[in-house]
């Protein structure tokens, strides 16, 4: 059964970069049958897209965090990454890492982590 | 970007009841709609794809309807594990997007 890890701080200041990485378990990510990526609730808020990529490392961003975010795979350890910059208290949110069929939903969540922006 | 619009936000009903949350969109997305389950302290489940799909593993008292902008989860027959959030997903156009949510709450 397919299992996804995502680990990372829980607490992290304004301005600095949040990193964090997702481990896939229980089967490979080297499918073009699948998307992988990154989503986030911030408290009380609703489901926000960050982006996805394929194993083979194209990727799609949302537009409205696309001049901070990176993400990046690394197919043979079988973990993908979320790096977010100049970070903010509205950036606050449990962060949630998935996988998608290409044909759009998503299918296979991990427990998510909740990251703080606070000093 | 496509905003989804649910209704209600909130429903407070009792066991066995039916329940119908929707789901509009602000422009026509095919049937590129889905629908999850959240509850507490949990990721969201898929329960339904491209509007009316069933998943495996889901209760057959879940089901789904609509395309274009108007979308419906129905609920036949609520059982009380089923108490949680759910949202809608569009994955027609980026970014996708998320319905704000309705909370179902067993009386």
């Known amino acids: 059964q397919l299992q996804l890890q995502a680990s990372g701080p829980g607490l992290v200041k304004p301005s600095e970069t949040l990193s964090l990485t997702c481990t896939v378990s229980?089967?490979?990510?080297?499918?073009?049958?699948?998307?992988w990526g990154w989503i986030r609730q911030p408290p009380g808020r609703r489901l926000e897209w960050i982006g996805n990529?394929?194993?083979?490392?194209?990727?799609h961003y949302n537009p409205s965090l696309a001049s901070r975010v990176t993400m990046s795979v690394d197919a043979s350890a079988n973990q993908f990454s979320l790096r977010l910059s100049s970070l903010t208290a509205a950036d606050t949110a449990v962060y949630y890492c998935?996988?998608?069929?290409?044909?759009?939903?998503?299918?296979?969540w991990g427990q998510g982590t909740l990251v703080i922006v606070s000093s | 970007e496509i905003v989804l619009t649910q209704s209600p936000d909130f429903q407070s009903v009792t066991p066995k009841e039916k329940v119908t949350i929707t789901c509009r969109a602000s422009?026509?997305?095919?049937?590129?709609l889905h629908w999850y389950q959240q509850k507490p302290n949990q990721p969201p489940k898929l329960l339904i794809k491209?509007?009316?799909q069933s998943i495996s593993g889901v209760p057959s008292r879940f089901s789904g309807s609509g395309s274009g902008t108007d979308f419906t989860l129905t609920i036949n027959g609520l059982e009380v594990e089923d108490a949680a959030a759910y949202y809608c997903h569009q994955s027609s156009r980026l970014p996708q997007t998320f319905g704000q949510g309705t909370k179902v709450e067993i009386k």
């Open positions: 422009q026509s997305i095919g049937t590129s």
């Open positions: 990529l394929l194993y083979t490392g194209v990727t």
């Open positions: 998935a996988r998608r069929a290409l044909g759009g939903e998503w299918n296979s």
């Open positions: 229980g089967g490979s990510m080297s499918s073009v049958d699948f998307y």
């Open positions: 491209f509007a009316s």
